[in-house]
């Protein structure tokens, strides 16, 4: 059975026995909860055309009452209805014949149906600046999931540009992507509509019940979708990482989860709104992204995206090194990937890598390689100990020998005359002169020499 047919079945069922949609409705964004549905309603001219056995707009009236019944007893919804052209005739064309009639309320599907019961089609059809208009009827005092249901038998009148409007809404964050009903309305016209939103062609009475009951079905229900993390050889076995889901349009966090595999050992089922299109990253190190994912409501989706892991552990003495971190980068990049504990150990994208441990002097360690499921570990050699006395308060700094050259280290306090550090094994020099002293000439320069595990005092005058 198709998805159009089962939602059709749905459809009918909601129709004639008054199903509330109360039990479709769950939770879609990970703190709202509440959706908002503004009705667009067509009362331009043209839907007093005479479509099957009545007019354009009987047909879209008597259609639209039956499903708001339907809707009457859902829970977390509130419903408005704005209408356009039904406030002058034509001719003269009035462009800003549009009207927010009924504002968004709870239990407000009585005087919605007693509103479109009473409209008079008779104007133009101004549908950008109805759009335009629409971002002011949703309330901004709380959250939710802003939906637009635009029902029209025509395209725009008043050279406006729907989808300008449209996208600039949706890239806002103001409005999830619109559903458009096209009531009768030529084929060739389909593409006009279809970068304003999701275009839902109503060719007859059958079908025009038929999408209506689908874009609410879409409109309130969640579809489910899975995330593949792959492993080096293209298995999902990969996980317990963070995943962000961000709306395409707005730029604007929409989910966040932990990657999880559940007790079958396949990753588990996430519950996502269907509306808009969503960009994942995978925060791994490096992070790892889905570019574009669009669902189809009502059918399980799944992607994917390799994401193959090693991990990495940096070994020291922990008598002698306590707190130390060291920099990972990726190989021949300055960038910055992760600041990291020594002993302790972390997951990385397999690859090749760069480190920097922020010891004295600074160890860098470079062609790491994190393969698939491997723990790649790193030591480093044990430190040892020197301590600076001198008799006066003074400038000095010491630096390692290396390569015939002396490459700086540290600075030593100004204020004190006794100073200890923790260096890598070693030949140094410090240089030193005290603060009174007014000539460089009379710095004092002393050679030492750093063994692992060693502790000596080096008295400066």
């Not at 069922?13 to 959706?35: E, G, M």
């Not at 067509?42 to 039956?66: F, G, H, V």
């Not at 007790?263 to 996502?272: A, C, K, M, Y």
């Not at 409501?297 to 193959?308: E, I, Q, S, W």
């Amino acid at each position: 059975m198709s998805y159009i047919k089962i939602n059709f079945i749905f459809l009918i069922l909601a129709f004639c026995t008054n199903i509330s949609f109360a039990q479709q409705v769950t939770q879609t964004d990970q703190n709202i909860k509440l959706t908002r549905i503004l009705f667009v309603f067509d009362a331009s001219q043209s839907m007093l055309a005479k479509w099957e056995t009545d007019s354009k707009m009987n047909i879209a009236k008597k259609m639209l009452n039956t499903l708001l019944d339907s809707l009457a007893k859902v829970d977390d919804i509130e419903l408005a209805l704005r209408v356009y052209g039904h406030q002058y005739s034509v001719p003269p064309q009035r462009c800003d014949d549009t009207r927010l009639e009924v504002p968004f309320s709870k239990n407000n599907v009585n005087k919605i149906k007693g509103t479109i019961n009473k409209l008079q089609a008779q104007g133009t059809t101004p549908i950008a600046k109805s759009l335009e208009s629409a971002a002011l009827d949703f309330p901004k005092s709380t959250k939710s999931r802003n939906i637009i249901i635009l029902i029209t038998d025509g395209i725009e009148a008043c050279d406006g540009d729907p989808c300008a409007v449209s996208l600039a809404l949706q890239k806002q964050g103001i409005i999830l992507k619109p559903f458009v009903i096209g009531v009768g309305l030529d084929l060739e016209f389909k593409k006009t509509f279809e970068c304003v939103g999701q275009y839902f062609d109503a060719a007859n009475e059958t079908q025009f019940k038929e999408v209506l009951g689908i874009v609410i079905s879409q409109a309130l229900n969640n579809t489910s979708m899975q995330v593949n993390l792959l492993d080096k050889t293209g298995n999902p076995t990969e996980t317990d990482v963070n995943m962000t889901f961000y709306d395409r349009e707005s730029g604007k966090i929409k989910y966040n989860f932990i990657h999880t595999l559940n007790n079958r050992g396949v990753p588990d089922t996430l519950i996502l709104d269907p509306l808009p299109s969503y960009r994942m990253v995978a925060h791994t190190i490096p992070p790892v992204f889905i570019d574009s994912i669009k669902l189809t409501p009502g059918k399980h989706t799944v992607v994917a995206t390799d994401a193959p892991q090693g991990y990495l552990i940096v070994k020291a003495n922990i008598q002698q090194y306590k707190e130390l971190d060291f920099i990972v980068r990726q190989k021949g990049k300055m960038l910055t990937l992760n600041m990291q504990n020594v002993n302790y150990t972390e997951k990385y994208i397999v690859g090749s890598y760069d480190i920097e441990v922020l010891t004295l002097p600074r160890l860098l360690i470079n062609d790491i390689d994190i393969a698939q499921s491997h723990t790649t570990t790193v030591r480093i050699p044990d430190p040892g100990m020197i301590t600076f006395m001198t008799d006066a308060p003074g400038y000095g700094s010491v630096l390692l020998e290396k390569d015939n050259k002396l490459e700086w280290v540290i600075n030593l306090d100004i204020e004190s005359t006794k100073q200890t550090f923790t260096l890598l094994p070693g030949n140094y020099q410090v240089v030193w002169r005290g603060k009174n002293v007014k000539r460089s000439m009379n710095s004092i320069t002393k050679s030492f020499k750093i063994v692992s595990g060693s502790s000596i005092p080096l008295y400066i005058k």
